[in-house]
């Protein structure tokens, strides 16, 4: 879990640092400050630099786009994975390495230029930052207490670095009927963990008894599907509405991920205010059991509202949350912290501080 977070040269976070993060973490703050980028950040850190979750967040923003015709994959990987860095430049330098976790504890990324060992072409060198050879490749480094050299000339998504990554989950601002939602009930399916999804779901639908997912046989996709107390059949949850299915994908991916990490972006997206302190308390009470550590982004006042609303409730000690208001001035990226007694007095006062 993470106690500080420090980001550099990552999209808008050219150098962001808070020194304490809590298990809970509400992140507010107007458009293009980082919300988003934060969660991307945490991800980065927690999967270890894996090449497929890298280029996974990248195609999530229509940012990974790769010409299956040439031979060499080098300059369209480059183009795609420059995105990443603080004015999407293409340096090869140490200093221009994106860094991600905690700030003693963090995971780095950065492009370097490589040429084959000349005793044993099977093995590689990394020029130093003032070194040039005319044979030299361009290749991506990822570090973490070892390092990796992944070649860019073929497809990045055949290479697997040797760290083992931590478990997290990402729910988009999108997400309500997540094409992996079946694959993470399958994870749980007649474990404990299933009374935390049914209990998140009675939060709309008292009656909900139990869910499963099966697979449409025109379109070959799984969908859920709900039995009701005093029903009969069953139907699709999909005819509840968005706000039962966005909670569905939320708590699905929470279960998935004991101690691990939950990333959620705009929270109270598909959700009416009047349930989403409901949803709190159970995200409170479920990362507490889980030790699961959550990092969620907002622009609503009604979040802010319930979330401070469970954190003063005395159900929970007051330190394990906090608000984090994201501001911007001159391209820096700044933050505030809110505490429990803060968030009390500005709920209270109907003080404005998303």
Not at 29 to 51: F, H, Q, R, W
Not at 282 to 295: C, D, E, G, P, W
Not at 309 to 324: C, P, Q
Request: charged share 25%; glycine share 6%.
């Amino acid at each position: 879990m993470l106690n500080s977070l420090y980001i550099r040269n990552f999209r808008c976070l050219k150098e962001f640092q808070t020194n304490s993060v809590k298990q809970i973490n509400l992140i507010a703050g107007k458009n293009n400050t980082g919300k988003s980028s934060i969660l991307e950040a945490v991800a980065i850190y927690a999967c270890k630099g894996k090449m497929n979750d890298v280029i996974s967040l990248l195609d999530n923003r229509g940012e990974y786009s790769v010409n299956q015709t040439v031979a060499d994959y080098t300059e369209t990987n480059v183009n795609s994975l420059s995105r990443l860095f603080s004015g999407k430049a293409v340096e090869y330098h140490r200093d221009s390495a994106i860094q991600t976790g905690a700030i003693n504890d963090f995971v780095s990324l950065r492009f370097v230029k490589y040429i084959y060992n000349a005793q044993n072409q099977a093995s590689e060198k990394i020029l130093l930052d003032n070194e040039n050879d005319s044979n030299a490749k361009t290749g991506f480094e990822i570090s973490y207490k070892d390092t990796f050299l992944i070649q860019l000339n073929m497809p990045v998504n055949r290479f697997e670095n040797l760290i083992v990554p931590e478990k997290y989950q990402i729910v988009g601002a999108s997400d309500i009927h997540g094409e992996m939602n079946g694959k993470l009930f399958d994870n749980i399916t007649l474990t404990e963990k299933e009374s935390h999804v049914i209990e998140a779901l009675r939060i709309i639908e008292p009656r909900m008894e139990r869910i499963a997912f099966i697979t449409d046989k025109s379109s070959q996709t799984r969908n859920a599907v709900m039995k009701l107390s005093g029903m009969r059949d069953v139907s699709p949850l999909r005819s509840m509405g968005d706000g039962v299915n966005r909670i569905l994908t939320i708590i699905l991916a929470m279960v998935n991920v004991e101690n691990g990490y939950l990333l959620i972006d705009e929270f109270e997206n598909g959700l009416h205010y009047s349930v989403q302190e409901q949803l709190w308390k159970i995200i409170f009470r479920t990362a507490k059991t889980l030790n699961v550590q959550v990092f969620a982004t907002t622009h609503s006042n009604d979040c802010i509202r319930s979330f401070g609303n469970i954190l003063n409730s005395g159900d929970y000690d007051s330190t394990i949350g906090k608000l984090i208001r994201l501001d911007k001035k001159n391209d820096i990226v700044f933050d505030t912290d809110f505490n429990a007694e803060e968030l009390h007095t500005a709920n209270v006062q109907n003080i404005e501080i998303r």
